[in-house]
């Protein structure tokens, strides 16, 4: 039978948060990983002159774990996806096509996930003081079926220590705009036990400029209407 295609058509942009310690004072900035543009900016042009079309959807939570001495200790993440891309799943990863996900299935489904999104660093992009930093592979990411959406759920913490000093990004996106993931409220993005002087904000990037810092992670499925969501690219 045929598969289910997302063919939703709206444009998203990465979002980001920045935390950081200058001297006394600590600035945070958060950015979102996907902010939706209206309906009517939904088609975004960039140099090629093609449409931007992201084909997975999902609504997130982050939140930013700081222990006693200032260190990062890890990142949470909820991801709760659209209908269309979680009934994919559902078709693909269902074997015995009982309607429903088993615990070995379940397994599989995570599984997939966690390699797909280890190629782009987790989805994370957390900038110390100017340089990337690399994230460990999550040892708990779960993909599981809330009725009928896909939730996913994972955290990790940076391979070296990250301390909350200078400026601290961290911005949640797949660089290649084919998932679009997005915090629908800047409370979704939260940050615990950051010290009393740390001041926070949320940093809305313009999209064309985050399309074209992250071109060279683009993929062609970015820029055409797909017959089927690639799993490749979960």
């Not at 289910?4 to 006394?24: L, S, V, W």
């Not at 088609?43 to 084909?55: A, C, L």
């Not at 949640?172 to 998932?179: S, V």
């Not at 615990?192 to 926070?200: H, I, N, R, T, V």
Request: proline share 5%; with cysteine; aromatic share 8%.
């Amino acid at each position: 039978g045929s598969k289910p295609t997302n063919q939703h058509a709206a444009t998203k942009r990465p979002d980001h948060i920045i935390a950081g310690m200058k001297g006394r004072d600590c600035r945070m900035q958060i950015t979102k990983s996907w902010m939706t543009l209206p309906l009517a900016l939904a088609i975004v042009m960039v140099p090629s002159q093609v449409r931007v079309h992201p084909h997975v959807f999902a609504e997130a939570k982050l939140n930013v774990e700081i222990d006693g001495t200032g260190t990062v200790s890890k990142l949470s993440h909820v991801w709760k996806f659209d209908e269309i891309f979680s009934e994919t799943v559902m078709f693909e990863f269902d074997k015995d096509a009982d309607g429903k996900i088993s615990a070995a299935e379940q397994a599989e489904v995570s599984k997939t996930i966690v390699e797909s999104i280890g190629e782009y660093n987790y989805f994370e992009a957390v900038i110390d003081n100017g340089k990337e930093v690399k994230m460990a592979k999550p040892a708990d990411l779960v993909a599981a079926f809330d009725d009928k959406t896909l939730v996913v759920s994972y955290s990790n913490a940076p391979v070296a220590p990250v301390r909350m000093a200078g400026k601290v990004s961290f911005g949640i996106y797949d660089p290649t705009f084919y998932t679009a993931i997005d915090f629908i409220d800047d409370t979704d993005l939260a940050v615990a036990g950051a010290p009393a002087s740390c001041k926070a904000a949320v940093i809305r990037p313009d999209a064309e400029d985050a399309i074209a810092q992250n071109k060279g992670s683009l993929t062609e499925q970015f820029f055409t209407d797909p017959q089927g969501t690639d799993m490749s690219k979960i």
